[in-house]
């Protein structure tokens, strides 16, 4: 498999250590763009695709539809607005009872969700790099070559 297919379609499937290496080149792409102003924000872009891609491969490996990387991405985004919903909802309750304690228990649940978000991005990166494929043909196609059989 050619780095292009690797990176930019969601076709067939690949093993853990091919997932584990095109891992750590997209981690190294996303510091890189961090130093680049404006065109490193395209890359990163470029580089977020690339992971669905990745990530769409593992989990066809695994047997299941690459629509299970939805998960972690959609569940961030709702815990992190939803604390800063009641963020909002304690400084308002708060100028009405005249406390503090209400906007404060608001920034406790904003870092517990962002805490939660981090660990579900994390928990699913392990599960899916660690977790063995289906032996044998599947839906997605055949079983990817060990870089060793290649």
Not at 2 to 13: C, M, N, Q, V
Not at 42 to 54: D, N, R, S, T, Y
């Amino acid at each position: 498999m050619d780095w292009k297919s690797l990176f930019f379609s969601a076709e067939g499937r690949i093993g853990r250590q091919v997932f584990w290496i095109g891992w750590l080149m997209l981690l190294g792409a996303h510091v890189v763009a961090g130093w680049i102003p404006l065109v490193g924000q395209v890359i990163g872009l470029i580089a977020v695709f690339a992971w669905v891609c990745l990530c769409t491969k593992r989990l066809h490996d695994m047997g299941r539809s690459g629509w299970w990387q939805l998960v972690p991405i959609v569940l961030g985004p709702v815990l992190i607005i939803g604390s800063a919903m009641s963020i909002g909802i304690g400084a308002i309750l708060g100028e009405i009872t005249n406390t503090d304690w209400a906007a404060l228990a608001g920034v406790g649940g904003l870092l517990v969700s962002v805490a939660i978000a981090f660990f579900a991005v994390v928990g699913f990166t392990l599960w899916v790099g660690v977790a063995e494929g289906q032996p044998g043909e599947n839906r997605y196609g055949e079983p990817p070559l060990t870089p060793l059989m290649a």
